[in-house]
């Protein structure tokens, strides 16, 4: 199952500066290791030790965040996008 | 409703024609009070456009002074302005722009110290600071005194716009619903390492303008319960769903916050910067 997954630009260093790439996975959870395996240090930034979801970071499926389907449960289908949204803070 | 002189008519009138504003909107406009929090890339496209459709009182919070650096995005100060503090700068473009607008101006931080009883006079607020320990410090704030919150924040090419307004509706979420708090140090880069398009600010701040004045007309419908991302690189807006978080440590059924918390600057910023 092939997801797209969008990179928001803190991250793109990690993804060579791409802002899209396409990750198999069944669910957000075997998406987030499939990420860390071809783009390795991306995991750290978007879950804990314990692997859960940091609360400054975001993942959306689709238009939905993740937090409120089946976090790192949520089932995965062809052709979905999941959009990464770290907290920014710049305003000036 | 506010009598107009001839000459508000004509100022407003590209206003006063829209059936959904009307004279008794611009009046509404005219009567409401807007804070913003920053004078800067956010700040001067949302004053800018306050001040135009001519909201009665804009109150303005910033510390620092012009710095040759800023002119690349915050379009509200100039060249001559340079060392001048950015609060004294935006009022002159502002009364320059609109005599009718009283502009309130505050040359200091918001702090736990300050910022609910500056909050609590205004009908609205607009943050467009630049850290993460003022965005939950204007959020509680904005939660206990019960006012609308439209937030902006920006990074490299990218914007998030939001509206909170926990107090109107149970559904509706807060910041710390999307984030219940600011993040570590060292794991979101530093502000002093990340550049910005100086047009961005214009894209999200405007956006933040339009909102706000929606907002204050109670016209169509709010960005509450949503947050608006822009990629400018990729030129696309999304809009995604933002549900109150029933663990919300701040506006859930159980808090645990239940008053203003200071935290720590997680990042470097050089002043004036």
């Known amino acids: ?54 609360r400054f970071v975001n993942v959306y499926l ?31 | 409703m506010i009598d ?4 508000q008519i004509e100022r407003y009138a590209r206003h006063i024609i829209l059936p959904e504003v009307g004279a008794e909107g611009q009046s509404r406009l005219l009567e409401s009070k807007v804070f913003m929090i920053g004078a800067g890339g956010l700040g001067s496209p949302v004053a800018y456009y306050l001040a135009a459709a001519g909201v009665g009182t804009i109150g303005i919070a910033d510390a620092d002074v012009v710095d040759m650096s800023n002119l690349q995005r915050q379009i509200i100060h100039n060249q001559d302005r340079v060392g001048m503090p950015k609060v004294e700068s935006a009022c002159e473009t502002i009364q320059a722009l609109n005599p009718d607008v009283t502009v309130r101006t505050y040359n200091e931080y918001i702090t736990a110290d300050n910022v609910r009883e500056i909050v609590r006079e205004y009908d609205l607020i607009i943050d467009g600071c630049d850290n993460f320990p003022t965005r939950f410090l204007v ?50 880069p530093s502000c002093s390492e990340a550049g910005i398009l100086g047009a961005l600010a214009g894209a999200v701040g405007t956006i933040q303008a339009v909102e706000a004045i929606k907002e204050l ?10 947050l608006m991302t822009f990629d400018a690189l990729r030129m696309e807006w999304k809009k995604l769903r933002l549900r109150k978080d ?19 600057q997680a990042c470097e910023l050089k002043r004036g910067e």
């Open chain 2, 217 to 226: 007309l109670g016209i169509g419908d709010s960005l509450a319960g949503y």
């Open chain 2, 4 to 7: 107009f002189t001839e000459e």
């Open chain 2, 139 to 188: 959020n509680d704030a904005c939660y206990f005194e019960k006012k609308p919150l439209v937030s902006g924040a920006m990074f490299r090419f990218e914007g998030q716009v939001a509206t909170f307004k926990p107090h109107q509706a149970k559904d509706a979420p807060c910041y710390r619903c999307l984030y219940p708090e600011p993040p570590p140090a060292g794991l979101v």
């Open chain 2, 246 to 264: 029933p663990a919300c440590p701040l506006c859930g059924p159980n808090p645990t916050i239940t008053d203003l918390v200071t935290y720590e």
């Open chain 1, 62 to 92: 689709n238009d939905e965040d993740v937090r409120f389907l089946d976090g790192r449960d949520t089932k995965l289908k062809d052709g979905d996008e999941v959009s990464i949204v770290p907290a920014i803070a710049g305003g000036r």
């Open chain 1, 1 to 54: 199952m092939s997801i797209t997954v969008r990179i928001p630009t803190p991250l793109r260093k990690l993804t060579g500066g791409a802002d899209e790439v396409r990750v198999e996975g069944g669910t957000i959870g075997e998406l987030i290791d499939n990420l860390e395996a071809a783009y390795p240090g991306l995991k750290e930034r978007l879950c804990d030790e314990s692997g859960e979801i940091r």
